[in-house]
Nanobody, 123 residues
Framework: QVQVVESGGGSVHAGGSLTLSCEVS????????MAWFRQAPGREREGVAQ????????YYAAAVVDRFTISKDGDKNTAYLQMNILKPEDTAMYFC????????????????WGQGTQVTVSS
């Protein structure tokens, strides 16, 4: 069983920055893609960013392009989400997930999930 643990959430003012971390216990054939999703109250879970650990390719949702950056520590099973120029609409619970392939924003395509970390952006 792959364990996924997020950390780094918090509260910031609009325009501020936060970095989220996602630690994965180990990789299997079904965990090539590390992704961040978010869910705000009353809204569906939406994809934010993805990183393929094999080829390094990244994918971003339109709402976060040029503001968020996903990366992975090459020597560790840890992925990061650097979030800059945060907006109140970025407020949500952020979840890290791993799955077999990248490029699909459907949450059901991801096999293992963390418990989430809260990000709150005030205006």
């Amino acid at each position: 069983q792959v364990q996924v643990v997020e950390s780094g959430g918090g509260s910031v003012h609009a325009g501020g920055s936060l970095t989220l971390s996602c630690e994965v216990s180990h990789y299997t054939y079904s965990s090539n893609c590390m992704a961040w999703f978010r869910q705000a109250p009353g809204r569906e879970r939406e994809g934010v960013a993805q990183h393929h650990r094999g080829n390094g390719r990244t994918y971003y949702a339109a709402a976060v392009v040029d503001r968020f950056t996903i990366s992975k520590d090459g020597d560790k099973n840890t992925a990061y989400l650097q979030m800059n120029i945060l907006k109140p609409e970025d407020t949500a619970m952020y979840f890290c997930a791993v799955g077999p392939v990248c490029g699909n924003w459907d949450a059901s395509a991801f096999t293992y999930w963390g418990q989430g970390t809260q990000v709150t952006v005030s205006s």
